[in-house]
């Protein structure tokens, strides 16, 4: 079983690297909420393969709906 912290943390870091990625510029807000869960690096290290999969999952799913509406408006 997942804990809150463990489950916040990692939506948390996805959510700040898929916003960096698009040009999002979030801030502390990151950081700060992860702090407000008791997050810490021990616990993002720990994560980092289940956040590295979801982050590339949505982005990739964020790239090729970027093409298909490029190449809509192109037609």
Same mark, same amino acid.
């Given at each position: 079983? !997942?804990?809150?912290?463990? /489950? +916040?943390?990692?939506?948390? #870091?996805? #959510? @700040?690297?898929?916003? /960096?990625?698009?040009?999002? $510029?979030?801030?502390?807000?990151?950081?700060?909420? =992860?702090? %407000?869960?008791?997050? $810490?690096?021990? %616990?993002? !290290?720990?994560? %980092?393969?289940? =956040?590295?999969?979801? &982050? &590339? !999952?949505?982005?990739?799913?964020? @790239?090729? +709906?970027?093409?298909?509406?490029?190449?809509?408006?192109?037609?």
């Amino acid at each position: 079983m !997942t804990t809150k912290t463990v /489950r +916040e943390t990692e939506a948390e #870091a996805i #959510a @700040f690297i898929v916003s /960096r990625a698009v040009g999002l $510029n979030t801030g502390s807000a990151s950081a700060d909420y =992860i702090s %407000l869960y008791h997050g $810490n690096a021990e %616990l993002l !290290t720990e994560s %980092l393969s289940v =956040i590295q999969q979801a &982050s &590339s !999952t949505i982005l990739a799913a964020l @790239f090729v +709906e970027g093409q298909e509406d490029a190449l809509a408006k192109a037609s």
